[in-house]
């Protein structure tokens, strides 16, 4: 009987522990994700069709600096049917906690980025923005 | 005791059983009018717009189908992603019934040109004689939405300068409504589709 209970313990600990493993590691940037983004590109980040795109999986040949842009900046090219409003009032740690919530919670990639680099990436943008 | 427990099963059963075999028509939803001893149902009033192919549409194009319907617009950041999705989700399931279509009106007329709805269901990836996206008349458009019971203003203060319901609404085939969904919630997605097939089954019994 004591030893059943133990593994029930046992049991119930692994099943917690298995979902917190599944817990997005970057909940903040989850948080403002599911916020600011979630409406056009889903909670899951599945988009809607070739109208608001997948980020999950996020279009490979667009690059972590070109991401951090895209959130401060929005898109709002010639091309662009629906444009992507900019988001002004979001702080560097927020764009941070957003490309690594997507980065690695959404794309399951090794790399995360620091306040440092979305800094630097963000210094580069701001040029290249104004005139899209 | 025990052959208690069984009647009482049994009973719930056939309960459930009797319930499912005969289910209630879906109402028609509105005001009902009295006019010579008939009932009379709120309708859709009479509309006249314009598809993505910039073709006129009117109320009995869509007559002898039963339709799905919604309010949105191209430049809308708030719900309207979310219900167009709810809405691809319903689209996807009724693909293949000829009875069914599917109606997306614009809120935003003037900037919401065929030509941009167009390319707006042309990036949805659908069938344009199953899905029709309709335009025209500002006034007109806002005058049709109160026949689905969607309310809808012009806003400056809000994200995309218009605020709306984000109803999914279930059209029969004369053009009265008779179940609905909000567009963001899933759940009750799926209790509209449930309506879908149940309004479907009292066709074919007939």
Redesign the interface.
């Known amino acids: 009987m004591k030893a059943n209970k133990v593994n029930t313990i046992f049991l119930i600990l692994a099943i917690l522990t298995y979902f917190s493993c599944n817990e997005a590691k970057y909940m903040q940037g989850k948080r403002t994700y599911d916020m600011v983004c979630a409406t056009c590109h889903m909670q899951n980040g599945s988009g809607v069709k070739n109208l608001y795109p997948s980020l999950k999986p996020i279009n490979t040949s667009i690059t972590s600096s070109e991401l951090a842009c895209i959130i401060r900046y929005g898109v709002n090219k010639e091309s662009s049917l629906i444009k992507m409003p900019p988001n002004p009032a979001l702080e560097t740690v927020d764009i941070t906690n957003i490309v690594n919530y997507i980065v690695v919670d959404m794309n399951r990639s090794k790399e995360e980025f620091t306040l440092d680099q979305i800094e630097a990436m963000l210094e580069n943008c701001k040029e290249a923005t104004v005139e899209q | 005791m025990k052959s208690l427990i069984l009647y009482a099963i049994l009973v719930i059963l056939t309960y459930i059983g009797c319930n499912t075999a005969d289910p209630k028509p879906l109402p028609k939803l509105g005001q009902t009018s009295i006019e010579n001893g008939d009932t009379l149902y709120h309708t859709v009033g009479q509309f006249t717009l314009l598809n993505q192919d910039s073709i006129e549409v009117v109320n009995s194009d869509l007559s002898g189908y039963i339709y799905v319907s919604d309010f949105f617009f191209?430049?809308c950041?708030?719900?309207c992603?979310?219900v167009?999705?709810q809405m691809?989700k319903l689209y996807q399931k009724y693909e293949g019934n000829p009875t069914v279509k599917f109606v997306s009106h614009t809120l935003d007329p003037k900037r919401d040109t065929p030509s941009?709805l167009k390319?707006?269901a042309n990036?949805?990836?659908i069938n344009h004689s199953k899905w029709l996206f309709l335009t025209g008349d500002r006034d007109h458009i806002y005058d049709i939405k109160d026949d689905y019971f969607i309310a809808a203003m012009e806003d400056s203060e809000v994200?995309g300068g218009i605020t709306h319901s984000g109803q999914i609404i279930l059209v029969d085939k004369k053009g009265h409504v008779r179940s609905f969904a909000e567009g963001t919630d899933p759940i009750k997605v799926e209790h509209l589709m449930e309506d879908i097939d149940q309004l479907l089954k009292e066709y074919e019994s007939k």
């Open positions: 191209l430049n950041p708030t719900i992603p979310i167009m999705k691809l941009a390319q707006y990036n949805l990836d994200p």
